[in-house]
Antibody, heavy 122, light 106 residues
């Protein structure tokens, strides 16, 4: 059974930084692209970022470029999201989601974590 | 790249629901559909990239034509009440895109 468990969320002030983690079990972690998706309160899903299986390629949503960094440690089966220069508009539940094999970014997200809340306010 | 979904659909049990997702030339893309119930993570219900996920009944089906992709739910049940999101990978810009979601009320 595939399991994804996010951590690292919390409440912080505008301009601050936070790093989210997602520990994955039940799969050969390095074989799959991994994604972050977020959902603001009462809103829809917004794709945040993807990283390839071996970590050599990554892409970001427009509002995240230059502020967020996605990375992974394939020895620890862990996905990360470093978030900088946070604003109130970044307030959301952040989900990690398993994608397709290696560089198959067009594959569906067939497993999701339960999400972690990030709240940015002064 | 923008995917547009109707905000809501409401119908009685036993009827057929059609949840649409409109995007430029979407029929050329692989479209995925997710179901999300309140307080829960989304789950994949259908994808035209692979076989039906386990546990998803065959009442769920998908189709695409031109600029519209459609998730059809036959003989809807109360348990189908949820938000449904479409999703594609837009390779021209190397980005994932979600539709705004459709709330299905049964």
């Amino acid at each position: 059974e595939v399991r994804l468990l996010e951590s690292g969320g919390g409440q912080l002030q505008p301009g601050g930084s936070l790093r989210l983690s997602c520990v994955v079990s039940g799969i050969s972690f390095s074989s799959y692209a991994m994604n972050w998706v977020r959902q603001a309160p009462g809103k829809g899903l917004e794709w945040v970022a993807v990283i390839s299986g071996r970590g050599g390629s990554s892409y970001y949503g427009d509002s995240m470029k230059g502020r967020f960094i996605v990375s992974r440690d394939n020895f620890k089966d862990t996905l990360y999201l470093q978030m900088n220069e946070l604003t109130a508009e970044d307030t959301a539940v952040y989900f990690c989601a398993k994608g397709g094999s290696y560089y198959e970014f067009g594959d569906p997200f067939d497993s999701w974590g339960q999400g972690v809340l990030v709240s940015v306010s002064s | 790249y923008v995917l547009t979904q109707a905000p809501s659909v409401s119908l009685a049990p036993g009827q057929t629901a059609e949840v649409t997702c409109v995007g430029d030339n979407i029929e050329t893309k692989r479209v995925h559909w997710y179901q999300q119930k309140p307080g829960q993570a989304p789950i994949l219900v259908l994808s035209d990239a692979r076989h039906r996920p386990s546990g998803i009944p065959d009442r769920f089906s998908l189709s695409k034509s031109g600029d519209t992709a459609t998730l059809t739910i036959s003989r809807v049940e109360v348990e189908d009440e949820a938000d449904y999101f479409c999703h594609v990978w837009h390779s021209s810009d190397d980005c994932g895109v979600f539709g705004g979601g459709t709330k299905l009320t049964v």
